[in-house]
């Protein structure tokens, strides 16, 4: 009888070191689960894992662009930004002096410049426009520097030309703009400008037509081939740029 109370004391133990084991291993999973979701997908759009037909895949390239460090002020950036893109026109000048058949405008982004805020991702840009000869959608433009675009807390500048080959523009506003992400790196945009200046122009022009966002979004997908979007609000007061 001792033996036998003695036998069943022992398994008793056992199978309470066994359930606890199982309650330390559920632990374990559950905070690795956790951890795992905290840094999976982030999207706050409601527009993510769009899928982009062969019509709309067709991007361009900005004609100049660059990036700035999180420790420049937006001040000497931009001071720098538009030194290069005096340099650029200097070197690119329009062929027919006087009448203006192409544009120029600028898109920056800034990245949020906490934690995993930036990404690697593919981005593009796109833009409404209304002019003196109507409307115009630009395609899908791909952002992308050489080296690393869209660090935590960096500003990327991107220079777009924009050519009306049968017409000429007397005047031109952006309506609004889109940004999208593809793919599972997810992206926190700070901020999103789009501004059409006279400066950045192969022929005189007054005026400024901008729209400026500061979203504070994630963009992000839960597949490698998802898009997802960030459309500005239609401003219904953009400014002109007039030549």
Known sequence: MKNLIF???????????????????????????????DEGFKSET???????????TKVESP??????????????????????????????????????????????????????NGTDAAVQASADFNHSGGSFHTD???????GDDREEGQKDFYLIRINFPNITISWIEVEHAHI????????????????????????????VSKVVTYPEIWLDNTTATGWDYYNTPIVLSPGRLNF
């Open 46 to 56: 409601g527009n993510h894992d769009q899928v982009v037909s062969a019509e709309e």
């Open 7 to 37: 036998k069943k004391s022992i398994l008793a133990m056992l199978l309470g070191v066994v359930f606890i084991a199982c309650e330390k291993s559920e632990e374990v999973f559950t905070e690795d689960a956790i951890e795992f979701t």
């Open 63 to 116: 004609v100049l662009h660059m990036r700035f460090d999180k420790n420049l002020s937006e001040e000497e950036a931009e001071h720098a930004w538009n030194n290069a893109v005096k340099d650029y026109i200097d070197k690119n000048p329009n062929l027919n002096k006087g009448v203006s058949t192409e544009v120029y405008y600028q898109v920056v982004t800034k990245t949020g410049s906490q934690t995993n």
């Open 180 to 207: 999208r992400l593809q793919g599972t790196d997810g992206w926190v945009v700070n901020s999103f400008k789009t501004k059409i200046l006279p400066e950045h122009q192969t022929v005189p022009a007054t005026g």
């Open 140 to 146: 899908y433009i791909t952002l992308n520097n050489p």
